[in-house]
């Protein structure tokens, strides 16, 4: 379970961001909707470890994750929190399968091809596994950087915008592919987004005012 409560933060002492409390059940499939400027990167921040809020309460997985030293929630945002950025962020001196194998060693676990495998043919690209980011198109690497968010089956599975440089067709199809790998790694899902094309794929719905 993830939730949060009570939760606000303030930049420099601006206007503070208030975020109402937000309970989330396990395998849950949600959108994080809201206007430009109104706290959704922030909030994802706040969620995945990286932005301790200057008030209230954040537990992923039953973890009260600002809790954690920082070595311990480095290593629980590794095996627990799986991000898909806008643009992937991979290692072009890498292939695709050492990208993989990178991010199961940042995570302290142990190498595993297997596994490398079975995400890699479960979105398509197994015959890339070998290639470098370069030699791949850019839905090929979009699906490389939901293949290393998920790598390690981790609870939480997020997403940043990943639908809004897209067209129709491709922004659908990243949607499904994220709905189809969280279900296989029964993962929680929250994509944030302010693209209306996204909602009807969603029952739940967490509106940023
Ligand atoms: N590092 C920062 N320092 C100061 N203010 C910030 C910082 N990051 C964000 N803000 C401010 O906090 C507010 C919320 O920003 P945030 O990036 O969370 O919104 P957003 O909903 O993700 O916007 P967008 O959709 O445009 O990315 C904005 O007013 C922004 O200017």
Redesign the pocket.
């Known amino acids: 379970m993830i939730s949060i409560k009570s939760v606000a933060h303030s930049?420099?002492n601006?206007?503070q961001?208030s975020f109402k409390d937000w309970q989330i059940n396990d395998g849950e499939q949600w959108l994080l909707l809201?206007?430009?400027?109104?706290?959704?990167?922030?909030?994802?921040?706040i969620l995945t470890g990286i932005l301790k809020p200057q008030h209230g309460e954040v537990s992923v997985s039953d973890t009260s994750i600002y809790n954690l030293s920082s070595k311990n929630l480095d290593q629980f945002r590794g095996r627990n929190i799986g991000i898909i950025f806008q643009r992937p962020h991979l290692i072009k001196s890498l292939t695709i399968a050492e990208n993989l194998l990178l991010a199961q060693s940042f995570a302290q676990l142990p190498e595993d091809h297997r596994r490398i495998d079975e995400v890699l043919e479960s979105l398509d690209i197994l015959h890339k596994k070998n290639a470098y980011p370069n030699e791949l198109s850019q839905g090929q690497l979009q699906r490389v950087s939901i293949a290393r968010a998920v790598i390690n089956k981790p609870a939480l599975l997020i997403a940043d915008?990943p639908t809004s440089s897209l067209d129709d067709k491709n922004a659908e199809s990243v949607l499904q592919l994220l709905i189809q790998q969280s279900g296989l790694n029964k993962a929680t899902l929250i994509v944030?987004t302010?693209d209306k094309r996204v909602k009807d794929a969603f029952t739940n719905t967490y509106n940023?005012v």
Do not use: F, R, V
């Open positions: 930049y420099n601006n206007q961001l809201g206007e430009s400027g109104s706290g959704k990167t922030t909030l994802l921040h915008e944030a302010h940023l």
